[in-house]
C-alpha cells in the first residue's frame, strides 16, 4: 500500500507522507537525516530562523561555516555552502514529485535553518502550514487543509516548484552571494542542477518512473539542463556529469567529486 493510499484511511492527512517515506528508503531513517529537521516538519520555532535571512544578515554566517568546515578560501566555500544548501533544500520538492506529484512550495518565509548540529553544514525544516501544491486526483485535493493548493495538471504542478524553490527562494540567495565572491551564476546553477539529479538517482529504487525523464523534467522548468550530462555508468545505472565546478579541489585536501568536469579536461 503506498503513502498516498494509505491516507485515505487515516483521519489526518499527512501532506509529506510521500517525501518522508521516500526519505526513509533512501537513508533508512527520516528522523536523522544530516541537513533536514526530523520528519521535515518543524514544530517548536524556539532556534529556527527563515531562510529569507540568508540572503541578508544571515549570509556571513553561512559562508563562515563552510570556511570553517572545510579549511577552504572565501570563493570555495561559497561554492560548496551553495552546492550543500541547494541540495537539502531542493530534496523534499524533488521527492515530492517523483514520488507522487506532490510538491511542497519551499519559499524562502516558508523553510527554515539552524547552525547548531555539527553533523551538517545547516539543518533546514519546513513550517507545518508550508503549502503544497497537488493535482486534482490527490486525496489532499478534497482534505479541506488550507495550505494545499490544487493545480490542473503536471505543467502547473512544474510552476510551482520552479515559482517557490527558484524564483523565490534561490535566485535572490544567488545574487547575495554572487556580489559577495568572484562566483559566476553558471558554475553555482552547476551546482543545483547536479543536486536535485543526484535526488532523483539516489531515490530510483524507491519512486516509480524514469530517472531520466524525470530529471530531464525537473532540469528543464529550472532552466538548467545544459548544465549536467547523464552518462551510462556501472551495473546499467546512470551518472551525472557535469558541465561545471564546485571547487572542491582547491581544498587543503582536494577531493575531485564523482562526475567533475575537471576529470574530463
Same mark, same amino acid.
Given at each position: 500500500?503506498?503513502?498516498?493510499?494509505?491516507?485515505?484511511?487515516?483521519?489526518?492527512?499527512?501532506?509529506?507522507?510521500?517525501?518522508?517515506?521516500?526519505?526513509?528508503?533512501? =537513508?533508512?531513517?527520516?528522523?536523522? *537525516?544530516?541537513?533536514?529537521?526530523?520528519?521535515?516538519?518543524?514544530?517548536?520555532? +524556539?532556534?529556527?530562523?527563515?531562510?529569507?535571512?540568508?540572503?541578508? $544578515? !544571515?549570509?556571513?554566517?553561512?559562508?563562515?561555516?563552510?570556511?570553517?568546515?572545510?579549511?577552504?578560501?572565501? !570563493?570555495?566555500?561559497?561554492?560548496?555552502?551553495?552546492?550543500? /544548501? @541547494? /541540495?537539502?533544500?531542493?530534496?523534499?520538492?524533488?521527492?515530492?514529485?517523483?514520488?507522487?506529484?506532490?510538491?511542497?512550495?519551499?519559499? +524562502?518565509?516558508?523553510?527554515?535553518?539552524? =547552525?547548531?548540529?555539527?553533523?551538517?553544514?545547516?539543518?533546514?525544516?519546513?513550517?507545518?502550514?508550508?503549502?503544497? +501544491?497537488?493535482?486534482? #486526483?490527490?486525496?489532499?485535493?478534497?482534505?479541506?487543509?488550507?495550505?494545499?493548493?490544487? $493545480?490542473?495538471?503536471?505543467?502547473?504542478?512544474?510552476?510551482?516548484?520552479?515559482?517557490?524553490?527558484?524564483?523565490? !527562494?534561490?535566485?535572490?540567495?544567488?545574487?547575495?552571494? #554572487?556580489?559577495?565572491?568572484?562566483?559566476?551564476?553558471?558554475?553555482?546553477?552547476?551546482?543545483?542542477?547536479?543536486?536535485?539529479? /543526484?535526488?532523483?538517482?539516489?531515490?530510483?529504487? +524507491?519512486?516509480?518512473?524514469?530517472?531520466?525523464?524525470?530529471?530531464?523534467?525537473?532540469?528543464? @522548468?529550472?532552466? *538548467?539542463?545544459?548544465?549536467?550530462?547523464?552518462?551510462?555508468?556501472?551495473?546499467?545505472?546512470?551518472?551525472?556529469?557535469?558541465?561545471?565546478?564546485?571547487?572542491?579541489?582547491?581544498?587543503?585536501?582536494?577531493? $575531485?567529486?564523482?562526475?567533475?568536469?575537471?576529470?574530463?579536461?
Amino acid at each position: 500500500m503506498t503513502s498516498i493510499t494509505m491516507e485515505l484511511t487515516q483521519i489526518r492527512p499527512r501532506p509529506l507522507a510521500p517525501v518522508t517515506a521516500t526519505l526513509r528508503a533512501m =537513508f533508512g531513517t527520516s528522523t536523522e *537525516v544530516p541537513g533536514l529537521a526530523p520528519d521535515l516538519v518543524v514544530r517548536d520555532l +524556539a532556534g529556527w530562523t527563515p531562510t529569507a535571512r540568508l540572503a541578508d $544578515v !544571515h549570509l556571513d554566517t553561512l559562508l563562515d561555516a563552510a570556511r570553517r568546515r572545510w579549511s577552504a578560501q572565501p !570563493h570555495a566555500a561559497a561554492a560548496l555552502a551553495w552546492k550543500s /544548501y @541547494t /541540495y537539502w533544500l531542493a530534496l523534499p520538492a524533488v521527492l515530492g514529485w517523483a514520488s507522487a506529484r506532490r510538491v511542497p512550495l519551499l519559499t +524562502a518565509t516558508d523553510t527554515l535553518m539552524r =547552525f547548531d548540529d555539527p553533523r551538517a553544514l545547516i539543518t533546514l525544516g519546513l513550517r507545518p502550514d508550508i503549502p503544497v +501544491a497537488v493535482l486534482p #486526483h490527490d486525496p489532499l485535493a478534497i482534505s479541506g487543509l488550507s495550505q494545499v493548493k490544487v $493545480v490542473a495538471d503536471e505543467d502547473a504542478l512544474l510552476t510551482e516548484f520552479r515559482r517557490s524553490l527558484l524564483d523565490q !527562494h534561490l535566485i535572490p540567495l544567488l545574487d547575495a552571494l #554572487h556580489g559577495r565572491v568572484r562566483l559566476g551564476k553558471r558554475t553555482l546553477l552547476g551546482s543545483l542542477a547536479s543536486g536535485v539529479a /543526484y535526488g532523483v538517482l539516489r531515490s530510483a529504487d +524507491a519512486v516509480p518512473g524514469s530517472s531520466a525523464e524525470t530529471i530531464d523534467r525537473l532540469l528543464g @522548468t529550472l532552466g *538548467v539542463r545544459d548544465l549536467i550530462d547523464l552518462n551510462p555508468g556501472r551495473q546499467g545505472k546512470l551518472e551525472v556529469q557535469r558541465k561545471t565546478c564546485c571547487l572542491a579541489f582547491t581544498l587543503p585536501r582536494p577531493k $575531485v567529486c564523482p562526475g567533475c568536469c575537471i576529470k574530463t579536461a
